[in-house]
Nanobody, 119 residues
């Protein structure tokens, strides 16, 4: 079973940037496809991005496409989410998740990191 720990959240002004990290342990990192989700106050959790095991393919929600970039470093068992041109509506708790490549569900979750974008 893999454990996930996010870091890198914080307070930033609109138009600014943050880079989130998610460190994985306890499993074979390259076995998992990885994803980021976010949940804003009073809203349901929503998909942000995902990346394949090799890192060769990524997908993004329309709301972040062109502004966010997900990557992974399999040597460091870590995934990243580079967030540029941040908007107040990006404010949320961002959580890292892992799953098997053949499954549509996400099985393992981190505790989340808060991102707050001020206007």
């Amino acid at each position: 079973q893999v454990q996930l720990v996010e870091s890198g959240g914080g307070l930033v002004e609109a138009g600014g940037s943050l880079r989130l990290s998610c460190a994985a342990s306890g499993g074979t990192f390259t076995s998992y496809r990885m994803g980021w989700f976010r949940q804003a106050p009073g809203k349901e959790r929503e998909f942000v991005s995902a990346i394949t095991r090799s890192g060769g393919d990524t997908s993004y929600a329309d709301s972040v496409k062109g502004r966010f970039t997900m990557s992974r470093d399999n040597a460091k068992n870590t995934v990243y989410l580079q967030m540029n041109s941040l908007k107040p509506e990006d404010t949320a708790i961002y959580s890292c998740t892992a799953s098997w490549p053949w499954s549509d569900a996400w099985f393992y979750w981190g505790q989340g990191t808060q991102v707050t974008v001020s206007s």
